[in-house]
């Protein structure tokens, strides 16, 4: 039996964010029925991380974060987790980012808001104290640029600069009025209200269930399982 994958999201107060997560396991789900996929949340929304675990009636997991960097989450909360339920810590697949998958989405997104294909574009993560994650930020950028075949200027909507607002001001500032916003953001909630403040002609809508980031979800699950393998083969 394959283990399940149980996908890790961080959790928000506005209901929006959640289902915005359980939309894009539908689209998991319907992209490979037979697996058994399951939700929690690092915060705030329910089921947590431990009941998830304690429900699993000894079902072996593979967690997913759906998680776009390499924070404090992935480094350090989700491993004790693991260890706490003794489980091996080659069952924790990577975050979700940066990966070329999101780069799709990403540029699809913007397409949707009818934004030229010249226009310059601010990528708007989270942010984060981590060096870690604010590097998958800049690296997710490169991608996206290599992606749209121009430069994309990173940014981070929380505890680093340059924010949002002062990228796209600097980009209007050297002679470029209209400026694209690509929100890095899985779902709605309070940072991606905080993404559409800025003076961009068009700012993109969350990831959520585009079909890229579900075949994402699947590809950082099997490369999970597939270590997981390995490891017990040794």
């Known amino acids: 039996m394959a283990p399940v994958l149980l996908a890790v999201a961080h959790g928000s107060r506005d209901p929006a964010a959640s289902a915005s997560i359980r939309r894009l396991l539908r689209v998991v789900r319907s992209l490979r029925p037979e697996l058994t996929v399951r939700c929690c949340f690092l915060d705030v929304a329910q089921p947590s991380l431990a009941q998830a675990l304690a ?3 000894g079902r072996q997991p593979i967690l997913v974060p759906l998680l776009l960097g390499t924070g404090y989450h992935i480094r350090v909360d989700l491993p004790a987790a693991l260890a706490a339920a003794g489980l091996p810590p080659a069952r924790l697949a990577p975050a979700l ?12 997104r913007l397409t949707e808001t009818g934004a030229p294909a ?6 708007a993560g989270a942010g984060s104290s981590d060096p870690t994650a604010l590097a998958d930020t800049a690296r997710m950028a490169g991608l996206l640029a290599t992606r749209l075949g121009r430069p994309v200027t990173p940014a981070h909507l929380s505890a680093a600069t340059p924010t949002p607002h002062q990228a796209v001001a600097a980009l ?5 009025p209209a400026v694209a916003l690509a929100t890095y953001l899985l779902s709605p909630g309070f940072f ?3 993404a559409a403040t800025t003076p961009a002609h068009w700012t993109s809508a969350p990831l959520a269930a585009h079909p890229a980031v579900a075949r994402l979800v699947l590809h ?6 597939a270590a997981t393998e390995l490891t017990a083969a040794a």
């Open 55 to 57: 429900e699993l009636s």
């Open 97 to 108: 980012g940066p990966h070329p998958l999101l780069a799709e989405a990403l540029a699809d």
């Open 118 to 123: 010249d226009a310059p574009v601010v990528l």
């Open 172 to 176: 209007q500032a050297a002679g470029h």
């Open 192 to 194: 991606a209200r905080r």
């Open 220 to 225: 950082r699950y099997d490369q999970a399982r």
